[in-house]
């Protein structure tokens, strides 16, 4: 594991990790989360991590063993006021629960599909639960992350949540 370089305010530090999801990349700036997306094709494995993104992927591996059911990342998540609502709104579902789109639009006053939106646009999903959050029949039906609805349906179980694809 690479050493924990000092956090400086213009530095951005990248991290990958393994999961039973696939490899997943941690950004993070200003001592902050910013990013876990998915590597996928030629990816160049470069980290330039921080005691930040330790704690991270320490909090994912608790996550993924089934001994954390809430992260507690500082987050700062680029998005419009709006996303930003919806994924506080996430944020919110505890873990083993789930919300429809309808009804998570339902509290925020606003559409379904604008709160989809959102969550595709979800920059840290898995630590932001966007995978929680299911359509109005409880089908799954679409993740913004690598393995789209096999991946949603591997975390929703894990979650204790049975999810049929």
């Known amino acids: 594991m690479p050493s924990a370089a000092p956090e400086s305010s213009t530095d951005i530090h990248l991290l990958t990790v393994q999961s039973p999801v696939g490899t997943l990349i941690l950004s993070a700036q200003n001592g902050a989360l910013t990013g876990l997306s998915w590597a996928t094709g030629l990816y160049t494995h470069h980290e330039t991590t921080s005691e930040l993104l330790t704690e991270a992927e320490s909090q994912l591996a608790a996550y993924f063993d089934s001994r954390l059911k809430d992260f507690n990342l500082p987050l700062a998540v680029s998005g419009t006021k709006f996303q930003s609502r919806v994924w506080r709104a996430i944020d919110a579902i505890p873990f ?64 204790g949540i049975r999810a049929n694809v």
Not at 127 to 151: D, E
């Open 96 to 159: 083993g629960a789930t919300l429809t789109y309808g009804g998570l639009a339902k509290k925020l006053r606003t559409g379904p599909r604008a709160v989809a939106g959102a969550c595709g646009a979800n920059p840290i999903p898995i630590i932001v639960p966007c995978h929680r959050v299911l359509s109005t029949t409880g089908n799954l039906c679409g993740y913004s992350g690598h393995g789209g609805i096999l991946t949603k349906a591997t975390l929703l179980n894990l979650e």
